[in-house]
Structure formats: C-alpha cells, structure tokens
C-alpha cells in the first residue's frame, strides 16, 4: 500500500523513520500519526511545505518548523507508492 515515509535526519544519517499508509491527499493526517508515533511535535506547515509536496511528493521539515526542541537536524516526508512505475533513468523509451 502507498503511503508516506517520515525519517528523522541527524547529520545526513537516518536516525528513526517509519512509514504511514495513507493516499496521497491525506498526507497531512498521516504525518500527525505519524509524528505521535515516534513521539515528536508536528511541524509547521508553511506554503513552502505545500508546493513542495505537491510538486515534488516530498518536503522537509528543519529544526525551526518546530515549535519544540528536537534531537534531530530535519524531518524528511516522502510519498512513496510501491505499485506505481518508475520511469527509466534517462532513456527515452520510444528507442529501447
């Protein structure tokens, strides 16, 4: 099932992640869970947070977007579907 991939980031390195089934405009509802779940504060969600999401399916979040301290440098979300096709990594198909 599809859903969103939360990983807590300290010094480039995964400290704690999850993932969170969810579609993909219910992302924001996911992250809530999500963030209870490895017991942290949610995020501000700015403007940039949204256009990220929805033109890139990923956003990040650094220490300032928490009203709390954190023990990590940035919270990274990704959407991530296992079922959908990637496209071929700089070929276009029409000549393979």
Known sequence: MAGIWIRLMKRNRIERDLIEN????????ALAEGCRKLDVSRPLL?????RDWE???QTRFLREHFMEDTSFDRMEVE????????PRGGCNEKYL
């Open 22 to 29: 969810c579609r993909r405009e219910e992302w924001r509802e």
């Open 46 to 50: 700015l403007p940039r947070h949204e």
């Open 55 to 57: 033109e890139f399916g």
């Open 79 to 86: 959407w991530i579907d296992p079922n959908k096709k990637k």
